[in-house]
């Protein structure tokens, strides 16, 4: 089991760049991770996925715009969102996904203004 824990959230201004980070307790060197977004009143999306093996897969409506990569020595991904819109307001969340299992982290709150 591993326990992730995101940071880097925050209010920033339409068109602003923000970087978030999730730190495994453990290695994710076999994890496919994930990056998920829960607007108000919404269900949780898929964002932005990455395989053990560094493929990437993104929501339509973030190509171009963000990047998730991962350091597996340091255990941790992170979620580079640039140009960033009001509709994009949310909690964030980890999620790490091996052998049929699935690990979500606590999310951190992305708040995006006018």
């Known amino acids: 089991q591993v326990q992730l824990v995101e940071s880097g959230g925050g209010l920033v201004q339409a068109g602003g760049s923000l970087r978030l980070s999730c730190a495994a307790s453990?290695?994710?060197?076999?994890?496919?991770m994930g990056w998920y977004r829960q607007a108000p009143g919404k269900l949780r999306d898929l964002v932005a996925a990455?395989?053990?093996?560094?493929?990437?897969n993104y929501a339509d409506s973030v190509k171009g715009r963000f990047t998730i990569s991962r350091d597996n020595a340091k255990n941790t991904v992170y979620l580079q969102m640039n140009s960033l819109k009001l509709e994009e307001t949310g909690v964030y969340y980890c999620?790490?996904?091996?052998w049929g299992l699935g690990y979500w982290g606590q999310g951190t709150q992305v708040t995006v203004s006018s």
């Open positions: 999620k790490g996904s091996a």
């Open positions: 453990g290695s994710i060197f076999s994890y496919t």
């Open positions: 990455i395989t053990s093996g560094g493929s990437t």
